[in-house]
């Protein structure tokens, strides 16, 4: 079993930055790809971005190529995300998830633990 609990969000003006944790309890976390999905109003849940158990690789969606940065901390049991030139169309509840070793996953049905999310909020 694996837990996750993402923290980090809030509002923020265009162009801003925000660093999204998700920390993760359970065993062997070094062994689980890792990601994070966004979901807004209305709108079904989208990929973000993943990162491998090594985190030596990641892949990201094209909305966020270069504004977004996806990394993880084996030692502290985190993963991040780090958001830079946010945008209004980023506002979403974001989601981080973890599956055991499957690469890559880039779908939610790829994924079977996921955390509560945290609010992200873009808006002048």
């Known amino acids: 079993q694996v837990q996750l609990v993402e923290s980090g969000g809030g509002s923020v003006q265009p162009g801003g930055s925000l660093r999204l944790s998700c920390a993760a309890s359970?065993?062997?976390?070094?062994?689980?790809?890792m990601g994070w999905f966004r979901q807004a109003p209305g709108k079904e849940r989208e990929f973000v971005a993943t990162?491998?158990?090594?985190?030596?690789?990641?892949v990201y969606a094209d909305f966020v190529k270069g504004r977004f940065t996806i990394s993880r901390d084996k030692a502290k049991n985190t993963v991040y995300l780090q958001m830079d030139s946010l945008r209004p169309e980023d506002t979403a509840v974001y989601y981080c998830?973890?599956?055991?070793?499957?690469?890559?996953?880039?779908?939610?049905?790829?994924?079977?633990?996921w955390g509560q999310g945290t609010q992200v909020t873009v808006s002048s």
């Open positions: 998830a973890a599956v055991w070793n499957t690469w890559p996953a880039r779908t939610p049905a790829d994924y079977n633990y």
């Open positions: 359970g065993r062997a976390f070094s062994t689980y790809t």
């Open positions: 990162v491998s158990w090594s985190g030596g690789s990641t």
